[in-house]
């Protein structure tokens, strides 16, 4: 069974940033695109950013890019997101996800990942 666990998140000033962890385990993690997603109160889930398989292919929402950076370690079945110039808005439960349909490239629609991680809270103070 794949399993997703994210860690990192907290309470940080605006301005101020975050590292983001997911590792994954029961699967095999080179096959998976990864994708980070969030979710304010009240609010649909939105995306944030992904990478392919091999780490050449990123993309970034538009509301993060600049600010955000997605990497992986394949050799740890790790996926980061570090997270700069952080602001209130960015308020949010953080999941990471694992697409296993995507070769070279990536997706930002959530229903086409086949695996979620419980969340980690991030919450930016004004």
């Known amino acids: 069974q794949v399993q997703l666990v994210e860690s990192g998140g907290g309470l940080v000033q605006a301005g101020g940033s975050l590292r983001l962890a997911c590792v994954v385990s029961?699967?095999?993690?080179?096959?998976?695109?990864m994708g980070w997603f969030r979710q304010a109160p009240g609010k649909e889930r939105e995306f944030v950013a992904a990478i392919s398989r091999s780490g050449v292919y990123i993309y970034y929402a538009n509301s993060v890019k600049g600010r955000f950076t997605i990497s992986r370690d394949n050799t740890k079945n790790t996926v980061q997101l570090q997270m700069g110039s952080l602001k209130p808005e960015d308020t949010a439960v953080y999941y990471c996800?694992?697409?296993?349909?995507?070769?070279?490239?990536?997706?930002?629609?959530?229903?086409?990942?086949?695996?979620w991680g419980q969340g980690t809270q991030v919450t930016v103070s004004s």
């Open positions: 029961g699967g095999t993690f080179s096959t998976y695109a």
């Open positions: 996800a694992a697409d296993r349909r995507h070769f070279s490239s990536v997706s930002t629609r959530d229903s086409e990942y086949d695996y």
